[in-house]
């Protein structure tokens, strides 16, 4: 059974920056597509970024040039680097595969972008 969790959310100011982790559980890790997805209050979660086993990235427009996706496949984790954020980026950040496994919502971490 492969578990994400999250962490390295927090508080920051317009314009800031913040690294999420995301640490995996599972021995497929580094052959499996993985995600970042947010949820904010009232809205549907929806993918924010993704990347394959091979490193090839994708972003959603609301955050291309300003979020970037990594994967560290020797220790089983994926970061997102988030930069220049902005008060719609406030949400719960989660991380999955890519496509998302039905079980593996992890408890996410929240980003609050506030002044």
């Known amino acids: 059974q492969v578990q994400f969790v999250e962490s390295g959310g927090g508080l920051v100011q317009p314009g800031g920056s913040l690294r999420l982790s995301c640490a995996a559980s599972g021995s497929i890790f580094s052959r499996t597509a993985m995600g970042w997805y947010r949820q904010a209050p009232g809205k549907q979660r929806e993918l924010v970024a993704g990347?394959?086993?091979?490193?090839?990235?994708n972003y959603a427009d609301s955050v291309k040039g300003r979020f970037t996706i990594s994967r560290d496949n020797a220790k089983n984790t994926v970061y997102l680097q988030m930069n220049s954020l902005k008060p719609e980026d406030t949400a719960v950040y989660y991380c999955n595969t890519h496509p998302p496994y039905r079980n593996g919502w992890g408890q996410g971490t929240q980003v609050t972008v506030s002044s």
């Open positions: 990347i394959t086993s091979g490193g090839r990235t």
